[in-house]
């Protein structure tokens, strides 16, 4: 380990607009690689013995320890909040369960900075929070919707209470999601809402995670049918994966407009997509 005294930097990234350390020491070393900067003269100003230490680190090939975490939020140049949000960023990303995830992002949101920076995405937690919000969204395009706490609790499956009931609607319209016509009868403010293709936050796993939870209670108390669950197991390539990918969000899309285009809606279901391997990319053996 070098002993050279260590050099702050002037950090040209928002570090509050990450949710993965390691993109925003990417981000940074981009930002900073025209000025003639290298892996060399971060690890001299961080006192680091090896040369190409934060190379490792942005490809994913080390880890940083809380300490190391600290260190290289000071190199960087962030000041003490910026500091204190890396290394909570650090133990976010490299937590090893759910429930630990979820510990550490409640910390990253405490941050007065992330909650400007992310304000959007604050927004999708609300409106993600719970299971029912969306659905009780989508059930206000039933041409029998009732503005009715108790008679919304009593559609969903499970019911919810009247209480719960009530506040979604309340957050529904405090997010501009459902609005109130002439007539007081609450309606979409738009027709769709999508998080793309892609999300990272942490609201969106915890609600796909729920609604995978309530795909498997469905088997055993929905009627077959009323539901339809079936999976595939297929060998691709790295192209052939890729091409997948593409497909599944066309399709995602399709069903996005035939909903918009139903001119009778009348119940709320939920459609899920899964894509995961089974086992390692044989091709990168030996890599």
Not at 61 to 70: D, I, S, V, Y
Request: net charge positive; glycine share 6%; proline share 5%.
């Amino acid at each position: 380990m070098s002993t050279e005294p260590r050099k702050r930097l002037r950090c040209p990234v928002d570090v509050f607009r990450y949710h993965d350390y390691r993109a925003f020491l990417a981000a940074f070393y981009e930002h900073k690689k025209p000025q003639g900067f290298s892996y060399r003269a971060f690890a001299r100003a961080a006192g680091l013995g090896a040369p190409n230490y934060l190379q490792l680190v942005i490809q994913g090939r080390r880890n940083l320890t809380g300490e190391m975490a600290r260190r290289f939020a000071e190199t960087c140049g962030l000041g003490q909040d910026g500091c204190d949000y890396f290394v909570a960023l650090v133990a976010f990303n490299q937590a090893g369960d759910m429930a630990e995830r979820n510990r550490h992002y409640q910390k990253l949101s405490s941050f007065r900075r992330y909650r400007r920076a992310q304000r959007l995405e604050l927004a999708e937690a609300a409106y993600h929070s719970t299971w029912y919000l969306p659905a009780i969204r989508e059930l206000a395009l039933a041409p029998g919707f009732r503005d009715d706490p108790e008679w919304i609790a009593g559609q969903l499956w499970p019911p919810i209470k009247p209480a719960e009931a009530r506040q979604a609607l309340d957050t529904l319209h405090e997010l501009g999601l459902l609005q109130r016509g002439a007539d007081g009868r609450s309606r979409q403010a738009t027709r769709v809402v999508s998080t793309g293709p892609e999300t990272t936050g942490m609201h969106i796993t915890n609600y796909h995670h729920e609604m995978l939870q309530r795909a498997a209670q469905s088997m055993a108390l929905v009627p077959a049918r009323e539901r339809d669950i079936s999976s595939l197991t297929l060998c691709l390539g790295s192209d052939g994966l890729a091409r997948l990918k593409q497909r599944i969000q066309a399709f995602r899309r399709e069903l996005l407009e035939l909903s918009e285009t139903d001119a009778q809606p009348s119940q709320v279901v939920q459609v899920n997509f899964q894509l995961f391997p089974l086992t390692r990319d044989t091709a990168c053996e030996g890599d």
